[in-house]
């Protein structure tokens, strides 16, 4: 289970400084990612088939593609609404449109925040963040400072995801912390997800989709085994295409899954389902 969302967090605009990282943080992350890194990787036990309803409520059905028309954006809703995705995923300008396509169903409105690159400022983030909770969004998918992580600079992380969690947290929606896998060795990987956790974040995910390349099922392993002591979900995004695709990243322990392919996804799902 995802532990409980709370309220904390100010409303100013800015970026809170109190809460930065202290060395002795810094220096339990730093054992915390070498106690990971040591214990390696098992392979993940193949599970049974899952039932096309459940594997509907896996999928953040997703369309961020910036050449995105409005007609493919309600395409997008109705297939959500019609074939039981969790989530439709987003950029933040369609926010108000999703939330008026999807209104009175189950669906979830998600939106990304500083993407693709994750270079923004901070307060621009918590700005974005804030602008597309009120219009609407339930989910946040928010890109960290890359840069910043692979300089080693692990308060600029945290104070980044931090600012956007809260803002999430005060409208009682989910914040996921992309860290575009493909960009980190190992090590990178465990610490941007020990900084997710540590700023409060509610996921962490593979990929935006937009760089080299997306999920993996070696990664999304590294990052349940990292996340398991705080119950973080997990969300496998990028390169996720077939049914096969997505029970191997369930099986090794994602949580959600972001994907363009979901119709298909779910087709094959079925097809599955009706030879059994």
Excluded at 119 to 141: F, N, T, V, Y
Aim: with cysteine; glycine share 10%; proline share 4%.
């Amino acid at each position: 289970m995802i532990r409980d969302l709370d309220k904390r967090g100010g409303r100013s605009g800015v970026v809170p400084t109190d809460k930065d990282l202290s060395a002795e943080d810094i220096g339990r992350i730093t054992d915390r990612v070498r106690e990971i890194l040591a214990q390696g990787g098992g392979a993940a036990p193949a599970g049974a088939l899952l039932p096309p309803d459940k594997v509907a409520k896996l999928i953040d059905h997703t369309l961020l593609k910036p050449e995105a028309t409005a007609e493919e954006i309600e395409k997008l809703c109705r297939e959500a609404v019609q074939y039981g995705f969790f989530a439709v995923c987003v950029n933040a300008v369609w926010v108000p449109k999703v939330k008026a396509l999807v209104r009175g169903t189950p669906v979830k409105v998600c939106a990304v925040v500083g993407f693709p690159l994750g270079a923004q400022a901070p307060e621009i983030k918590l700005l974005e963040a804030r602008r597309a909770l009120r219009e609407g969004a339930q989910e946040i998918d928010m890109v960290i400072n890359i840069g910043a992580l692979k300089s080693k600079d692990d308060r600029i992380v945290a104070r980044d995801i931090r600012g956007v969690v809260e803002v999430c947290n005060e409208a009682r929606a989910l914040c996921k912390v992309i860290i575009e896998t493909s960009l980190l060795n190992d090590e990178e990987k465990v610490r941007a997800c020990e900084l997710a956790m540590k700023a409060g974040a509610h996921y962490v995910k593979t990929s935006t989709g937009f760089s080299k390349g997306g999920a993996t099922v070696e990664d999304i392993r590294l990052m349940a085994r990292t996340v398991a002591p705080r119950k973080l979900g997990v969300k496998a995004s990028g390169g996720v295409r077939t049914y096969a695709d997505l029970m191997k990243m369930v099986e090794a322990g994602a949580t959600r899954v972001g994907s363009s392919n979901s119709v298909n996804i779910l087709q094959e799902a079925t097809q599955m389902a009706g030879k059994r």
